[in-house]
Every structure is written in structure tokens, then in C-alpha cells.
């Protein structure tokens, strides 16, 4: 069975501080994909990032970075210098290889306040 | 950029009418999908779809849900006769080189 868990549900930080969400996963597949979703106040899911289970090489874009540990499997994701804008609903997933199709397991979501 | 699009972006029914629910998934996607939110709540898959039948469905996709491409554009779902349980944000999706989301349906049953 697949299972996402995002322990922390609310987070608060002051706008410039550094926030990391934390996201860890089960799975018994050894070939799997890892999402990060954005899902401001408006509503709609905004796609952020998709690893897969053989690249572990962390990732960085602009102020987003991801860091994805197979030993612990988490695949946290770090935002520098957050911003007003980031305020949102953070959702990690998790897809198994066996999947035939996209049917994402989706932990339950953190949700971010920047505090201006 | 491509992107799905969904209509309504809100429709408000009463419990055991009919609702159905369109989207337009982007146009050289071959799997298209169902998922829904509760308020509060995880996303959670419903349904996947390629070439013109079901791929995958999950317990919460019952017989009251179905699912129709009736074009070569068009990707809908319908609810047979709604239940206050079935308020919820419901996405549809398509993917080739992942996943990508449309901004959502909120359906309110009264």
C-alpha cells in the first residue's frame, strides 16, 4: 500500500525566513515518482516538481529546493526567503510504477502563512 | 502554456439531481482523470481514462459516477443522483510528461 504523510498541518513564518515542508512516504515499490502540488487560496493544483525514485540528486529552482532522501523516505521541500505569494497548501504525492496510469496517493496537505 | 480547463468553476445542485462535469484536458494528453477534495481534506483519485474506456478506478468511483469523452475534446463527468457527500472541489487532469491539474469544479449539494 502507498501512504503520504505530511506531518506538519499548519506552518506560520514571518516573509525572508526559510521554511522546509516535510514529506515521507511508504512504499514497497523500488521504482516510484514523488510530486510536490502548490494549491493557493484560489484553489486550483499547481504542479511544482516530480522525481523519480533513481535520482536522488537534490534539486534547486529559484527560491524552491527539494531534498529527496531514499534512506528516510522523505522528500522535503524547502522554500528561501518566502514570500507573501508562497501562502498556500502544500501537497506531497506519491505514484508507484505498477500504476498503469497517474493515480497519485496525495498526503494531506500543509498549509503554509507567510506573515508579511 | 496549455492548460485544462474546466466548467462550471461552481454548480450548486439538489441532492439526488444529475450534475455533470466538463473539462477540456490539454490536447496531445492520452490519460485523462478524475479527482476529487473535500473541504479540508487530501486530494483523492477517482477515476483514469485512455483510449475511449476506464484505465483505473478507485472505491470512491461508484455507479453513480461515469465518465465520457463524447469528442475529441471534451472529458466529463457525471453523477447520477448526488448526495450531500458528494460536495467537494473535483479536478480533472491529463498527462503525458506528468500530471496537470485544472483549477477545479466546486460542486455544492443542498
Known amino acids: 500500500a502507498q501512504k503520504v504523510t505530511q506531518a506538519q498541518t499548519e506552518i506560520s513564518v514571518v516573509e525572508k525566513e526559510d521554511v522546509t515542508l516535510d514529506c515521507v512516504y511508504e512504499?514497497?515499490?523500488?521504482?516510484?515518482?514523488l510530486f510536490w502540488y502548490k494549491q493557493p487560496p484560489s484553489g486550483e493544483l499547481v504542479f511544482l516538481i516530480r522525481?523519480?525514485?533513481?535520482?536522488?540528486q537534490n534539486e534547486i529552482s529559484g527560491r524552491y529546493s527539494w531534498n529527496f532522501q531514499k534512506s528516510t523516505s522523505s522528500f522535503n521541500f524547502t522554500i528561501t526567503a518566502s514570500q507573501v505569494v508562497d501562502s498556500a497548501v502544500y501537497f506531497c504525492a506519491l505514484l508507484y510504477s505498477g500504476a498503469g496510469s497517474y493515480q497519485l496517493t496525495f498526503g494531506k496537505g500543509t498549509k503554509l502563512s507567510v506573515i508579511p | 502554456e496549455p492548460e485544462v480547463t474546466q466548467t462550471p468553476s461552481h454548480q450548486v445542485t439538489q441532492m439526488g439531481q444529475e450534475v455533470i462535469l466538463r473539462c477540456v484536458p490539454i490536447s496531445n494528453h492520452l490519460y485523462f482523470y478524475w479527482y476529487r477534495q473535500i473541504l479540508g481534506q487530501k486530494v483523492e483519485f477517482l477515476v483514469s481514462f485512455y483510449n475511449n474506456e476506464i484505465s483505473e478506478k478507485s472505491e470512491i468511483f461508484d455507479d453513480q459516477f461515469s465518465v465520457e469523452r463524447p469528442d475529441g475534446s471534451n472529458f466529463t463527468l457525471k453523477i447520477r443522483s448526488t448526495k450531500l457527500e458528494d460536495s467537494a472541489m473535483y479536478f480533472c487532469?491529463?498527462?503525458?510528461?506528468?500530471?496537470?491539474f485544472g483549477s477545479g469544479t466546486q460542486l455544492s449539494v443542498l
Open positions: 487532469a491529463s498527462s503525458r510528461r506528468g500530471l496537470f
Open positions: 512504499t514497497r515499490d523500488t521504482t516510484y515518482y
Open positions: 522525481r523519480n525514485s533513481f535520482d536522488e
